[in-house]
């Protein structure tokens, strides 16, 4: 296993659109978790996920933010009609535990434009 | 809620040491974790303290005071590589065990020859 993987890296997306992004976490890890990440800022939690169940989200995230986690494998994290105050960079990471340590994925870069 | 204070810019020579402190106030504790991000990269793990005193791992270590809501990140022997930002995160254990952290708003660690 190489790590948690995240698709696609960049998108740029017109304002109103709607955006998908894929995370596929560490096999053995059952604890998934989306953070978003701007400029100069630290990772914002957005929602977590404990194999298939997602137990928590944050209070900031609008009802325009969705997230799934089929089969507690791999998850997505929809955007619908998406605004420029999207653009972000969007973590994935997961876990096994409580030690606090995350692996993070990649991102995507999110542009709305 | 979770708050944390850590400086925002470091800078220091090569083959010094510095220290990166971070205080946070929550409304539960469940240790500090650290993590390093280089520009256009993922965050990735670099230490926890669950108990007060202090971590070693290499060239790194990590304090932690629960008293005193402080925790700090040494690094010694910088190396240009080393350049980076660098977050403190606590973890909020009340919140369906789920092992959430919040993140500080990072400390960019430039190191000068």
């Known amino acids: 296993d190489t790590g948690v993987s995240q698709d696609p890296r960049h998108k740029i997306t017109k304002r109103g659109q709607n955006v998908t992004f894929r995370c596929d976490p560490i096999?053995?890890?059952?604890?998934l978790y989306w953070y978003r990440q701007t400029l100069g800022q630290g990772p914002e939690f957005l929602t977590y996920?404990?194999?298939?169940?997602?137990?928590?989200k944050s209070r900031l995230l609008s009802d325009r933010f969705s997230a799934e986690r089929p089969k507690g494998s791999f998850s997505t994290l929809e955007i619908q009609r998406t605004e420029q105050g999207d653009s972000a960079m969007y973590l994935c990471?997961?876990?096994?535990?409580?030690?606090?340590?995350?692996?993070f994925g990649s991102g995507t870069r999110l542009t709305v434009v | 809620g979770q708050s944390l204070e850590q400086p925002s810019e470091v800078t220091a020579v090569e083959g010094a040491i510095v220290q990166i402190n971070c205080t946070y106030q929550?409304?539960?504790?469940?240790?500090l974790s650290w993590y390093q991000q280089h520009d256009g990269g993922a965050p990735t793990f670099l230490s926890y303290?669950?108990?007060?005193g202090l971590e070693e791992t290499g060239r790194f270590s990590s304090f932690l005071s629960r008293s005193d809501s402080y925790g700090y990140l040494l690094l010694q022997e910088l190396q240009m590589k080393d350049s980076a930002s660098y977050f403190c995160?606590?973890?909020?254990?009340?919140?369906?065990?789920?092992?959430?952290?919040?993140f500080g708003g990072g400390t960019r660690l430039m190191v000068k020859p």
């Open positions: 990471a997961s876990s096994l535990g409580t030690g606090g340590g995350y692996t």
């Open positions: 096999s053995e890890h059952n604890r």
């Open positions: 996920f404990q194999n298939e169940a997602q137990l928590e």
């Open positions: 929550t409304s539960g504790f469940y240790g």
């Open positions: 303290n669950g108990l007060d």
């Open positions: 995160a606590v973890r909020d254990g009340a919140r369906n065990a789920g092992n959430m952290l919040t």
